[in-house]
């Protein structure tokens, strides 16, 4: 065979592994295969570990599996003492009769290390059911007080509407009987008691006093409604003169905006 021709027992052709491709550097064919090598080896290394603790796991379930036998030395020490395999431990027969259970540990945890995790999670578990709970309890109280606020905001609403109606009506009415200047100053709507201050001279009644400053809406629209039944047989929520007292306190729900909404 002379020396340009190509021999088919060398490694190039009997290792498949090797990249003979024309054009690729001989470092870097040498490269691959060490590679290629290396990943097969730990592969093989995986295999014969997994191998051996399946093998170990099958040897611990059928020595599991198995009574013990004569050739235990505990087992026969006990044999000795008068014990007869399936019956119970003690004098009286009445003790364990199968062996304690074997618990197999697997991982690389320490004595304990299962019931200090159990506990951590369970610790864990509280404490996320206490902030869970202290969050639904501000947040159901921020709700109550928005409810609240809004409940507040539309009472008043309908309180100052109402004060507006009485003060109209009781306006209209004490000039029907010929009353030009009200009982007190907020009897009548601001505006036309301004303007019928620049005409006519207040008199004592219709001064206002300090305290009559600090009276709400609620207290002045109770003053007016009062008034205005008692005086003009008149309800701002019925919208209805009546006839005498005995008319209205008949036919008339009460003197509140509750009574006429029931």
Avoid at 46 to 61: A, G, T, V
Avoid at 134 to 156: A, G, N, P, Y
Avoid at 210 to 236: G, P
Wanted: glycine residues 6%; hydrophobic residues 25%.
């Amino acid at each position: 065979m002379s020396e340009h021709e190509d021999d088919y027992m060398s490694d190039a052709f009997l290792n498949p592994s090797l990249d003979v491709r024309p054009g690729i550097p001989m470092v870097k064919r040498l490269k691959e295969t060490l590679r290629r090598g290396t990943l097969h080896k730990e592969k093989n290394i995986l295999n014969q570990q997994k191998s051996y603790k399946e093998q170990e796991q099958n040897r611990r379930d059928a020595a599991l599996q198995n009574s013990l036998s004569s050739e235990n030395k505990g087992f026969a020490l006990l044999q000795k003492m008068g014990y007869t395999a399936g019956q119970g431990l003690g004098k009286e027969g009445t003790g364990r009769v199968e062996p304690l259970p074997l618990t197999i540990k697997t991982d690389r945890g320490g004595i304990g290390m299962e019931q200090l995790k159990k506990r951590k999670a369970e610790e864990n578990l509280e404490n996320h059911r206490k902030r869970l709970e202290v969050k639904q309890h501000i947040e159901k109280k921020s709700l109550e007080d928005f409810r609240e606020r809004k409940r507040t905001e539309r009472e008043k609403h309908e309180t100052e509407g109402d004060l507006r109606k009485s003060q109209w009506a009781c306006e209209q009415l004490d000039r029907q009987k010929g009353i030009i200047v009200p009982r007190d100053s907020w009897y009548w709507p601001e505006v036309v008691t301004n303007q019928e201050a620049e005409h006519e001279e207040p008199s004592t009644g219709s001064e206002g006093s300090e305290d009559d400053k600090e009276l709400t809406s609620l207290l002045k629209l109770q003053f007016i409604t009062s008034y205005l039944r008692s005086v003009h047989f008149y309800c701002i929520w019925c919208g209805t003169a009546y006839r005498d007292e005995a008319d209205i306190n008949t036919n008339c729900p009460g003197d509140t905006a509750l009574n006429h909404n029931e």
